[in-house]
């Protein structure tokens, strides 16, 4: 069964990332503390699978949270090519908007992660929130 294994939430852009047990979806907005607020970005997904692979692939061996990834979760598959479906997290409905690119920052943080990522979205999606919810570490993780 696929799970949510980490919240981490971007207080200001460009400052570190804080982890947290909880969040709370806000429909059209994002993440409640979340800097990334309307548009097509508002939550982003990694699976963790992705980001291990893509560490072996480059020979890194990085935390998910250098990813900067909202939410990372674990036993979902088939991540390429999702946009406009919707993945459930706890209460919570996401629609999937596309993929998280991997920018220049994935090569500063290791030489060839970027190239790495660029395989079958392993950077993640990039999501709207469609409800209120409360989400938390554990909560199950579907696609409707």
């Known amino acids: 069964m696929a799970e949510l294994v980490r919240i981490l939430l971007k207080p200001v852009k460009g400052e570190p990332m804080q982890e947290v047990a909880s969040a709370r979806a806000l429909a059209d907005h994002g993440l409640a503390g979340n800097a990334e607020r309307g548009g097509p970005r508002q939550v982003t997904v990694l699976a963790l699978e992705d980001w291990e692979a893509a560490n072996a692939e480059s020979g890194a061996a990085l935390d998910a949270e250098v990813r900067r990834a909202n939410l990372v979760v674990t036993?979902?598959?088939?991540?390429?090519?999702?946009?406009?479906?919707?993945?459930?997290?706890?209460?919570?409905?996401?629609?999937?908007?596309?993929e998280t690119k991997p920018c220049r920052f994935m090569d500063a943080a290791?030489?060839?992660l970027?190239?790495?990522m660029s395989t079958d979205w392993r950077g993640g999606l990039t999501c709207v929130a469609l409800?209120?919810?409360?989400?938390?570490v554990g909560d199950s993780v579907a696609w409707e």
């Open 75 to 98: 036993g979902l598959t088939g991540l390429a090519d999702t946009a406009g479906r919707v993945l459930r997290i706890g209460g919570a409905r996401l629609e999937v908007t596309g």
């Open 110 to 112: 290791h030489h060839g």
């Open 114 to 116: 970027r190239a790495a």
């Open 131 to 136: 409800n209120d919810a409360d989400l938390g």
